[in-house]
């Protein structure tokens, strides 16, 4: 429901007010303060004395300086039809790199892992494969330019990514119609930045910020913006600002760019209809479940998608992974994330862990194919232990880290659940249909009587509650 709420529009920000919900955060009434540094104190205030699941969301949207999250890599196999499910589909297993893997299960999945996808037409196929060839070089700019924008929304002239800045200021004028008419999101430049203001999105975190760091952040912003000496005392906020080319050093303060960071200086992303949160939840979020879509909005896109598919494939690179539980667009490049879903100890086990519940919990072949289903805790701590004595622990400085079944734990779920192929569900948790996508391609036709799922007896498999 957070995803719906955020496409739709509910706790937009503009001019320093959130309205109506955010996460819980409730109502900021900043509109009633006519000065900027009184705006700014009650924000910091109202992040002072937040949660910090509330102070993330509020981040999210009075800033709205989000990267876009989508999931890489294509199936083994040819994207099948629609009407596939997640759950039996093609697969994208790979092969962790923090160890090698035991036994003679683990070595035929490698085997089928490495068969290489058979060539041939498809609709889905890659974009700059199947029409570079009729693609001027405009086109690639404008889409380089465009990808850029949704990974980072502020992109400054002398910043990180400064290379893309001269892009998007030669294709300003459609970059900023096509944000504004697919998506709702102003776009606004100078010669010195350009800035995507996007809607408000949960789950989308600063690392290392607490209630109070976001607090300081919204004073040291104003303080910059007015002229005053800032208080950068606190490294998260230092390092953001830097980040945000605002602070690069003790006197390198730029009070233009701080002034068109500010909250009061926020545009708001448009109204919408159907097509555009649905759109939006397309753009940002690595897989759009349709059970989790209003009904008006998943009879728009069911209605619409090998058009939305063509649309986003054209405009932003993207390949469209269109299944029964709903609709996924991938990144061949893996350039629009800001995780690592694949390389590093912590991401290979998280995805071992995903292939290990999947094997687990998946719904036999001529069963309704759940959205999601429950995940008993015990499963989740038995597949870490077989994961680490199968893999084994990588050398120091990750070994004391894996050692800890706890922190890994955590992590690891942390990981999956950005990833949003797993969702919390109380105390317990849920595997999303996407999961399957990173699980060996699931046996639909096996020998009656054998496989870890087979019903002797003609027998039902125990719920999950029970299990």
Wanted: proline residues 10%; charged residues 25%; negative net charge.
């Amino acid at each position: 429901m957070e995803q719906h709420e955020y496409a739709t529009g509910a706790g937009e920000a503009t001019g320093g007010t959130v309205v109506e919900r955010l996460g819980g955060a409730g109502q900021l009434t900043a509109h009633a303060c006519t000065d900027a540094s009184s705006q700014a104190e009650l924000l910091a205030r109202r992040f002072a004395d937040a949660d910090d699941h509330t102070a993330h969301g509020l981040f999210t949207a009075v800033f709205g300086l989000y990267p876009a999250r989508h999931l890489g890599g294509r199936p083994a196999e040819p994207h099948g039809p629609a009407a596939t499910s997640w759950w039996h589909g093609p697969s994208v297993h790979r092969t962790p790199a923090a160890g090698r893997p035991r036994g003679l299960r683990r070595a035929r999945q490698e085997a089928a892992a490495r068969v290489p996808a058979p060539a041939g037409p498809g609709r889905h196929r890659r974009p700059e494969r199947t029409r570079a060839a009729g693609q001027g070089a405009a086109a690639g700019e404008r889409r380089t330019a465009a990808r850029l924008l949704l990974a980072h929304p502020l992109v400054t002239a002398d910043g990180p990514h400064g290379e893309g800045f001269p892009l998007i200021l030669r294709h300003a004028d459609w970059l900023a119609e096509r944000f504004a008419d697919l998506l709702g999101y102003p776009l606004t430049l100078d010669p010195s930045h350009a800035r995507l203001h996007k809607a408000p999105l949960p789950g989308r975190t600063r690392p290392g910020f607490r209630p109070a760091g976001y607090a300081a952040l919204v004073l040291a912003l104003d303080a910059i913006a007015d002229g005053r000496t800032p208080d950068l005392g606190r490294p998260e906020v230092r390092a953001l600002l830097a980040d945000w080319q605002v602070a690069t050093g003790p006197a390198a303060l730029d009070r233009e760019l701080a002034r068109a960071l500010v909250p009061g200086a926020r545009r708001a992303a448009a109204g919408t209809g159907p097509e555009v949160a649905v759109r939006r939840l397309l753009a940002e979020n690595p897989v759009v479940l349709l059970d989790e879509l209003a009904a008006a909005e998943r009879t728009w896109l069911l209605g619409r998608l090998p058009a939305e598919a063509e649309l986003f494939a054209d405009f932003l690179g993207l390949e469209a992974e269109i299944r029964t539980e709903g609709v996924a667009l991938l990144d061949p490049a893996h350039e629009l994330t800001d995780l690592a879903p694949g390389g590093g100890p912590l991401a290979d086990t998280a995805l071992l862990l995903a292939e290990r519940l999947v094997e687990e919990l998946r719904p036999m072949p001529e069963d309704a194919a759940p959205p999601a289903v429950l995940v008993p805790d015990a499963l989740i701590d038995g597949a870490l232990g077989d994961i680490t004595d199968e893999y084994g622990l990588p050398a120091a400085p990750d070994a004391d880290y894996l050692a800890d079944r706890t922190a890994l734990r955590r992590d690891a779920l942390d990981l999956l659940h950005r990833m949003q192929l797993i969702a919390p569900a109380g105390r317990c948790w849920v595997l999303r249909a996407p999961a399957a996508r990173y699980a060996p391609q699931a046996e639909l036709h096996p020998a009656p009587g054998t496989g870890r799922h087979s019903r002797p007896d003609g027998q039902e498999l125990p719920h999950p509650r029970s299990a």
